[in-house]
Each structure stands twice: as C-alpha cells, then as structure tokens.
C-alpha cells in the first residue's frame, strides 16, 4: 500500500517541483494569471464533463451516496467557521477545508484501494466535490463582489450537462468525446505546475502553521463522519469511499480559485502542499482501517 501510494503521491509533487523550477529560473516572467484564468473556465469543465460522460451515475439508487458526498463538504465548513485565530483569512480558511483533492489522488487511490467496480461512484463524489466548489465555494471566496458570479462558471453547467448527457454518450460523435477527454486531461497537470510556480515566487513560510490547519481540517473530517457514517444507509463500499474522500488532503484547485480571487494564494499554497505531504503518512492509515473495520 505504501508503495501505491508513492506512485499516485510523488507524481502531484514532481509536477510541482517542475512548475517550482521554472518559476525559479523565470521569476520575473511567472506571471501564471493568464494560464490558471484559462484552466479554471476551459481546462477543468471539461475533465468534469468527460468525467461524468464516461461514468453514468444513478441519481435514484445512489441518493445515500450523494448526500453524504454533500454533507463530507458542507459539515466541515460550519466547523470551521467556528475556529478562531486561524491564521488565515476566514474565506481562505474554509473554503481549503472543505473541498478535498478527490481528483488526482483520489480517484486513482480508491480505484487501487476498493477496485475498479466502484469507479462510478468514486467519479460521483468527485463531480459532487467540483459542483459544490464551484458554486458554494465561489460564493464564499467572492464576498464583497458579484455573490452570484458563479452561476456564470462553465464548470457548474459542465456537471449539470455530463449529468444529463451520460445517458445519451452514444449519439455524440466520436471525435467530440476524443477532444473533450484531450482538453480535460490538461487540467490536473496544469493546476499542480501552477503550484509550484506559485511557491517559487515565495519561500514557503509558516510551516507550523500550515500544519496546525491541515490537522484542524483531519479533525474537522472525523467529526464530520460520525454523524453521516451513523445516520445514512450507507453500503459497506460507499461507508469507505465516503471515510477515505473525507480524509484526502486539500485540493489542488483551492489553491487555483484562491489564487484566481486574490484571497491569501500563497498561504493556501502552503497549506496544500503540506496536506499533500502528510497524507504520504496519513491515507496508509484510513486505508488500512477501511479495509479492516468498515
């Protein structure tokens, strides 16, 4: 197991430390505005589309699943909401709490770790975490401004449309789908070289820091788990998708809206990379307890 997770967990870091190396040596050209703007509006709405168009998901069977996958999100942000003297901006502070990285570790770890059969669902709560990130999410980081802004996001109507499109895939031409697969492929690569040019323009500081939050937000997950754990119908397969997506480390593209909004992105850097680090220590261990007492 701790070799699986190495070869999903190394791969975030390296493409960061690419993305840390240029920004080094072109500190003064990194401007990655442009780059994160187009990800954000392009790149990410159509991994989410083809995500969902490949992996069709029964709404009525799996409504469970679904509320769980909602709640795993918005619990932990009234927690958070109840700490004070984060050290972060209180948008910053929740926002990086409750949206977990269930994309480029999540869904290749519980694929290794529960099987390919739950690959439905595993994109379930993936598609879940981006749709409630891209319009709750984008609510909390823009306070002050357009509260409504992202119901213009393309990644919301890209999850709406997957949705309701999975079930007609087979009238779709084949080269639409190859584009849309192509175009969506790009976006993890590029939110993690993102990254790590955010870092190079800045030492890392604060670590303790860093540390101290991403434990607030573990903490924050095991709460969260009793009650929905405890009170949904949960199956066995979902109780463990459910306790192992509420454990991942924060996700990469916190960084990337926060950096898209101006709200502390060289904090909430830190912040995710050091959750990214501590879950090399951290997943092993919910794994192993899925797997043994789930």
């Not at 895939?169 to 993690?192: C, H, Y």
Request: aromatic share 8%; glycine share 6%.
């Amino acid at each position: 197991m701790l070799l699986t997770l190495l070869n999903i967990v190394l791969p975030v870091f390296a493409i960061a430390a690419l993305g840390f190396g240029f920004g080094r040596r072109h500190l003064r050209a990194s401007d990655m505005s442009f780059i994160n703007n187009a990800n954000v509006m392009l790149f990410c709405p159509a991994l989410v589309f083809s995500a969902l168009l490949n992996n069709p998901v029964d709404l009525t069977r799996g409504w469970p699943l679904i509320a769980a996958g909602v709640l795993i999100c918005i619990v932990p942000g009234i927690l958070l909401l109840l700490v004070r003297n984060a050290g972060m901006s209180r948008p910053a502070f929740v926002v990086t709490g409750m949206f977990r990285n269930t994309g480029n570790v999540g869904i290749p770890l519980m694929m290794l770790a529960y099987g390919k059969d739950q690959l439905g669902d595993i994109v379930l709560l993936f598609a879940l975490t981006n749709l409630l990130q891209f319009s709750l999410g984008l609510f909390i980081l823009s306070s002050g401004r357009s509260r409504w802004e992202w119901v213009r996001n393309p990644n919301v109507w890209a999850a709406v449309l997957g949705l309701l499109l999975s079930s007609q895939r087979r009238w779709i031409p084949e080269f639409v789908l190859t584009t849309v697969d192509l175009v969506g492929q790009i976006a993890i690569p590029l939110m993690l070289f993102a990254l790590g040019v955010r870092l190079a323009q800045d030492r890392i500081a604060h670590i303790n820091k860093a540390l101290r939050i991403n434990l607030i937000y573990l903490l924050a997950g095991v709460l969260t788990l009793v009650p929905v754990v405890w009170l949904l119908p949960l199956t066995q397969d979902w109780t463990r998708l459910i306790i192992l997506s509420a454990m991942l480390p924060p996700a990469v593209l916190n960084y990337l809206l926060c950096e898209l909004y101006d709200v502390e992105p060289r904090s909430v850097a830190a912040v995710v990379l050091m959750g990214n680090a501590m879950s090399v220590a951290v997943i092993p261990l919910v794994v192993w307890v899925t797997l043994t007492w789930v």
